[in-house]
Every structure is written in C-alpha cells, then in structure tokens.
C-alpha cells in the first residue's frame, strides 16, 4: 500500500461558495485544494443574470488567497424569465459556464426556480448552441411524491424529455443519490453526466436516521437507502468518463442545522478532496481518483485539464468539530471523525 498519491490538481464541479462572512470561510477551504470550482448561484437573491454572475465573481475573487490560484466558473440560476439573450450574453462574457435548473422550492433558495419547464424550450436551445451546459438539481417537488422518489421522479417526468428534446445540450445531473439516476446516466449518451458529492458515496439514510436524527448528515436530495448507495460507489469504481466530482459543499451554521426546522446542506470543503480518497480506498478505487476529480469533469465541460499536482500523504488526521465563521460555530460534514489521507 502506498503512502503518497499525486494526482493532477482537481476540480469541484459543484459547490455552494454564499456571500459575506461565509464566502469567507468557504473560499479559503475551497482554494486549498480545487484549481477551479462551479459556483452554484442559489443566493438571497440568486444570480440571475450575466451582470449578477459578474459582480458574484468578483466578490469570490476578493474572498480568495492571494497565494492561490484558484478561479470560480460562473453559473445563472435559471428562472421563468431566462432569456435567450441572456444566455447568449453570459457565454460571450466568458466567466459563466452553466445555467442551473432548481425546480421552485426543491432545495434551500430555490423559491425563484423554474415552474414552467416547458417556456424555457428557447433558452435550453440557445445554451446547447453557445455551449453553456445544463445542470439540474433533480428531483420533483409535488406533494404527494415521496421525498425518496423525487429524484427518480424527476427523470421519468422531466430529465428524460429534456435529454431527448435537446440532444446538443451538455447536460449534468448533479448530486447524483439513487441507482436509477447511476443507470440513466450510463445509458444516456455522451451529452450526460453527473456529479457525486462524497456524502453519498459514504453513507445511506440509516447514516441519517438510526440512533438518533442527525441533523449534520441531512442534505437534499436526501440519503438513500443502501443499495442506491452501493450503485453510486460501483458508478465510480467503474472508471467510467460521466461521473465527476462535485462536492455539493453546502455551509449552513450549526443553529440552523442543529433546529426544529433544519437546513439541508454538508459543508465538506474543509476536507472534501481526502474524504473522496477515503471512500475510493475503501472500496478498492483510489487508481480511478484522479480521473474522477481531475479528468472528467474538465473533458465533459470542454475546458482543459489542470497542468499542477495535489499530493494526498497517508497521515491520519481529525476533522474538527466546528469551523469559525466570523465568531459563529459550523459543524462540517464527517467532523470529528478521522481521515486516512492529508493533503500535503
Ligand atoms: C444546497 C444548499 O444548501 O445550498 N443544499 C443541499 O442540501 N444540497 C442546495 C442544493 O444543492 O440542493
Ligand atoms: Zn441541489
Ligand atoms: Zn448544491
């Protein structure tokens, strides 16, 4: 067994970076490690248009090391009222990457999302001719779905016909947490993707539920059970091109986890490449690492691939119980709990 691993610098496909103290603390942790990360633009209010992505950009920048390197990639969060126009003047802006689907009220800040998916037919061709990629929380927001089936839902009522109707868009299912989704991306052609967040890869809903509610692992969409979770570790272990890593690094203080009425969300940054490392080792993966947080991601999104190294050093470590965010507490996602592989 060896002890080091360098890999090609990674990046996060898929992280909640937020505004003022927290982008602050979440920047940092971020920057330490991935070259590049999609922002997701779910703020109060979310960014919306090619001016908004501009000005969150630059308040990223101001929040990042002056000794790193890293560079935020852009999203719009789409709504009712995304244009084509819009879309074509955030492609030639150059900093936004993706638009992003929340259906309305599937997810924290998402009461702006779309409702009406198919008014939005203009804007997804106009994405698939400039190059912006789709990327969509997945998961049906009716009533009387099971908040265990809306993810499967959301592929047999709308990600199924999105996928048909514009066979040039770049899709990525984010957030990937069942065995339906790991097949329908498998089947589906080289226009889909996803993203897995290391949450899912590490733990079922018992990890949520059993002895007790534990508020920390809550996050949408929810943990499974555990055969949906063994589909998405088998997923990755396969080596396959369309499974990436994004982390779905999510902030959120302890007081609004640790409530009546929590929020959803595992801020993982802290240690987000080595709790990946942690679960490729245990499931005999680590030789597919690097192509699942350095390669595929890049490929699929048309950009190119890091030329610098991360080196991982076998170095048990402990994940603190909470991180200070301008004098309040935040409990990250596996904290307290100890890690194998350190970041050198
Ligand atoms: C995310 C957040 O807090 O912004 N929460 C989560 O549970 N994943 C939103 C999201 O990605 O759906
Ligand atoms: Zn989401
Ligand atoms: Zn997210």
Request: glycine fraction near 6%; include cysteine.
């Amino acid at each position: 067994m060896s002890d080091t691993l360098t890999i090609i610098q990674p990046d996060d496909w898929h992280i909640h970076l937020r505004d003022d103290a927290m982008l602050h603390t979440a920047v940092p942790a971020t920057a330490r490690v991935f070259s590049r990360a999609i922002a997701m633009p779910n703020l109060q209010p979310p960014v919306v248009t090619p001016a908004d992505a501009k000005a969150y950009y630059e308040r990223i920048q101001g929040a990042t090391p002056a000794e790193s390197n890293f560079t935020p990639l852009m999203t719009l969060y789409l709504t009712d009222n995304t244009t084509p126009e819009m879309v074509r003047e955030a492609a030639a802006g150059g900093l936004v990457k993706a638009c992003k689907l929340y259906p309305a009220n599937a997810t924290t800040n998402s009461a702006h999302g779309v409702t009406d998916l198919a008014g939005l037919d203009a804007t997804f061709e106009a994405m698939a001719e400039v190059g912006l990629l789709l990327l969509v929380h997945g998961e049906v927001t009716a009533d009387e779905i099971d908040v265990f089936d809306r993810e499967k839902a959301f592929i047999d009522q709308h990600l199924s016909n999105i996928v048909a109707k514009f066979p040039q868009l770049k899709v990525v299912f984010e957030h990937i947490t069942t065995k339906d989704a790991a097949e329908f991306v498998f089947a589906s052609d080289a226009n889909v993707a996803a993203t897995v967040t290391p949450q899912h890869l590490m733990y079922n809903r018992n990890h949520l539920l059993v002895g007790g509610i534990k508020p920390h692992n809550y996050c949408l969409p929810v943990l499974k059970r555990n055969i949906h979770q063994q589909a998405l570790q088998e997923a990755v272990a396969s080596g396959s091109n369309k499974f990436f890593l994004g982390t779905d690094s999510a902030p959120h203080l302890k007081h609004t986890k640790e409530s009546a009425c929590g929020c959803a969300g595992c801020y993982s940054a802290p240690a987000a490449l080595e709790l990946y490392a942690e679960i490729f080792e245990q499931i005999g993966a680590l030789d597919k690492l690097e192509a699942f947080a350095s390669f595929n991601g890049p490929d699929f999104y048309g950009l190119p691939r890091n030329t610098g190294t991360v080196t991982l050093v076998r170095d048990p470590w402990q994940i603190p119980d909470t991180v200070d965010v301008a004098g309040e507490p935040m409990v990250p996602f596996y904290a307290g709990n100890t890690l194998q592989w350190k970041v050198k």
